[in-house]
Structures are given as structure tokens and as C-alpha cells.
């Protein structure tokens, strides 16, 4: 018998997470009952590490706004044709798209052309503009998992199969490295106040956000008693070598004399920073949920923004003000993007007072209206909830497709 294929696809740095967790929770899920899968698709290091074939690169596909598309629009054209290709010489059983929209969207039409099972893990934002592409979730997706609990009734509304099935940063542990061994690892000073800096985890939005941080850096470090800060920006597995080099030298030319460090991962980052300044996107939900107090920030094309103005519907940027349903977390978009407001909103928020333990405390109720228990037992405690669950369905699809159940040892 043929070992059955389930295709895993992320083209993010948190979807690219995701994947990696879920290919692992899939492995062990499988094994359980002495079953064995083939996963491939698109995914960066770290979905590789847990297993997967990669047909195309996440790190090639990652690009944000109009000029970088239509500059990269060969690459990415070629790239996509390539996994089409292999989606129709491999059929897999199942799909499994993660976020990523623009370029997941057109894969499910071709998976769905081709009668293989569609699941669409992470919603893309279509409660607060393109509305229209519900027509393609109808049509192209059997099954949507989303990650905030609103989403559910958006789509069920929609006549869409949508599950609630929690959001997988609320069940990881927090970090457990110790501000001593971090200090030591990354050459830090662990008597200092750490700031967080996360300008995004594309190309784009760094270059976008990265100066006015650097320069609200650059205004506390002034501002304070000399050397009571460092500042940690992480950056995201899914840049390419070449694009961490120009983050190294952008610092190192705009930022002389600022303590700023490079680190890998953003979680225990986060986890140990007395506070950050995070751009908006899913570094928000990991900061909020790690109990992090920060401030959102966010700066597009003046264009992208007057349209922006226009078609979303929503009234607030952050998605942990929306799950909110109130300005929890200062928002500093487009203009009011200065270092000045920033210093302004973060510098309460560092010592200990009302401010930070009101936010922190809010953070906290924050988190457990993102976690679910939906009775899916997982590889560990932090994969019980979204996703075990993401696993079970995929599984469950694996099977009505009618994929022979192959034993782990053929």
C-alpha cells in the first residue's frame, strides 16, 4: 500500500510555528494507532526540522505591500507553479493551508479542482475588510479553524464549517530559560531593564517600522539614567541570510552607541523584557499572552492606508483590543507612529504601579478566552488544546478520503 500524503502549507513566520507543531502532534497522533503519513509542501526550518518535505520555501514566498510583490512576482510565480506541480503528481489525501491568504486561497482551488479535502487552519481577517472572499472560503474550504473565538459565528453565519478550536500560543508554556543563562547566551546585562523591539517578521515591515523603534530606543536611552536599558529585537526563522545581514547593518549605521541585540526567538524574549514595542500582528497575541506590557505600532504606504481607511470595518487594529472589545493595549498607527508617543505610552508601563499591573492583569483574563479544552489528548500538555484538535480533524479527513490505513512499520 501506498503511504498516504498530507500536504502542510505556511508562508509565515507564525503559521510557519504552527505548521512545525502540528506536523509533530500529526506524527504522534499516527503513531498512536500504528499509522504512518508522508508530509510535504511549503514551510521554513523549523516545519523541516519536525519532518516535513519541502517542496517550496517559506522564506521565498514571505513578501509583503505592492512594490516587493511585483519585484519578487517572478520568483513567487515560479515557486507557486512548483507546488501546484507537485500537488497534481502527488495527490495528497488532505491539505492543511495555514493563514497566508493571497497565495493559500489560490492553492485551494486547485486542490478542490483536484477533490482533495481543503482545511484552512488560522482565518485570514475577512470579518474586517474583503469581505468578498468569502465566496472562495464557501467554495474551496471544507473545513475552517479558526483561532479566536469570534471568528466561529462569522462564519458559521456564512454557512461555513468553522471550529473554534482555540489559539495554539494560549496552551504553550512560557518560556523556561532563566535571565541569567539568556544574559549569558546573548551577552546581556541581567541587572539592565531589557526592551523588546518587534518590527515584524517580513522584510517590509522592518523596514517600515524598525527606524521610528530604533529612534524611541535611541530617546529612552537618552532620556534615563545612562546604561539602564538594552534592547533585544528578535528576528523571524522565515528572513533569508540576506535579509538578516541588512537588519544587522541598518543597526549598525542608524543605531551607533544604541545597546541593541540580535536574538533568534521572540517568546522567551518577550518573556524576560520588562516591556516592548511590537508591531502589530501576531507578536501581539504572543506578547499579550505571555503577560508582556507593550505598545502596538504600525506604518504603511500613505496609499495602502487611505484605502485601508475606507474598507476596514473594525475599531481597532490590534486583534487583543478587538478579543478586548476596548483600547487594552495603546495603539500607535500610521502618524501617531512617532518615537515620542512611544516613549510616551511605554514609559508608565515599565515600573511597578497601577498602569503595568492594570494591563498585566487584563493580559492574564486575556488568555483564557483564547484557550479551549475540546477533549483532543496531545503529545504534551501545550498541545492539548488547538492543536490536537487541528490534528484530529486533519486526521479525520485523512480517513473520508478514503486513504488506506497504513501500519507504522511498512
Known amino acids: 500500500m501506498t ?13 510557519e510555528a504552527y505548521g512545525a507543531l502540528l506536523i509533530e502532534e500529526l506524527r504522534y ?21 519536525a519532518g516535513l518535505d519541502r517542496v517550496v520555501r517559506a522564506e521565498d514566498m514571505a513578501v509583503m505591500g505592492i512594490t516587493e510583490v511585483v519585484r519578487h512576482l517572478p520568483r513567487i510565480y515560479r515557486e507557486f507553479r512548483r507546488l501546484k506541480q507537485a500537488i497534481r503528481d502527488r495527490r495528497p489525501a488532505v491539505a492543511v493551508l495555514i493563514d ?3 497565495i493559500h486561497f489560490k492553492l485551494a482551488e486547485e486542490l478542490h479542482r483536484l ?24 467554495k474551496y474550504i471544507d473545513r475552517m479553524l479558526v483561532i479566536f473565538p469570534f471568528e466561529e459565528q462569522f462564519y458559521r453565519e456564512r ?9 495554539p500560543l494560549a496552551e504553550i508554556d512560557p518560556p523556561t530559560v532563566s535571565r541569567e543563562d539568556f544574559a549569558r547566551q546573548h551577552d546581556l546585562d541581567p541587572a539592565k531593564t531589557w526592551i523588546g523591539l518587534l518590527p515584524g517578521s517580513r522584510a517590509k515591515e522592518i523596514r517600515d517600522n524598525l527606524p521610528e523603534m530604533l529612534s524611541a530606543a535611541d530617546e529612552l536611552h537618552v532620556r534615563n539614567q545612562p546604561g539602564q536599558f538594552e534592547f533585544i529585537l528578535p528576528l523571524a526563522p522565515t528572513l533569508t541570510v540576506e535579509k538578516r545581514a541588512w537588519v544587522r547593518q541598518f543597526i549598525q549605521q542608524h543605531a551607533v552607541g544604541l545597546p541593541v541585540t540580535l536574538v533568534d526567538e521572540a517568546r522567551p524574549a518577550l518573556h524576560l ?19 508582556n506590557p507593550f505598545v ?17 470595518t473594525v475599531p481597532h487594529v490590534a486583534m487583543v483590543n478587538l478579543i478586548a472589545q476596548k483600547r487594552l493595549i495603546p495603539e500607535l498607527i500610521q502618524n501617531d507612529f512617532t518615537a515620542s508617543n512611544i516613549v510616551k505610552e511605554l514609559t508608565p508601563l515599565l515600573p511597578d504601579g497601577t498602569p503595568r499591573q492594570s494591563m498585566m492583569k487584563e493580559l492574564a483574563e486575556l488568555r483564557g478566552l483564547l484557550q479551549t479544552r475540546t477533549g483532543a ?3 504534551t500538555a501545550g498541545a492539548a488544546g488547538a492543536i490536537a484538535r487541528a490534528a484530529e480533524i486533519t486526521l479525520e479527513l485523512l480517513e473520508s478520503s478514503g486513504a488506506a490505513r497504513i501500519p507504522a512499520g511498512r
Open 115 to 138: 477533490g482533495i479535502p481543503v482545511i484552512f487552519f488560522v482565518s485570514p481577517q475577512l470579518w474586517a475588510w474583503k469581505k468578498h472572499r468569502i465566496k472562495l472560503v464557501q
Open 273 to 291: 523584557a520588562r516591556g516592548s514595542i511590537v508591531a502589530s500582528g501576531t507578536a501581539t497575541v504572543e506578547a499579550a499572552l505571555i503577560g
Open 3 to 15: 503511504t498516504p500524503g498530507i500536504l502542510i502549507s505556511a508562508g509565515e513566520a507564525s503559521g
Open 377 to 379: 489528548v496531545g503529545r
Open 100 to 102: 497566508f491568504p493571497d
Open 159 to 167: 454557512g461555513v464549517n468553522a471550529e473554534f478550536v482555540g489559539h
Open 29 to 49: 497522533q499516527l503513531a498512536s494507532q500504528n499509522r504512518q503519513a508522508q508530509f510535504w509542501g511549503m514551510g521554513g526550518p523549523r516545519m523541516v526540522a
Open 296 to 312: 502596538v505600532v504600525y506604518r504603511v504606504s500613505p496609499l495602502t492606508y487611505a484605502i485601508a481607511k475606507r474598507v476596514v
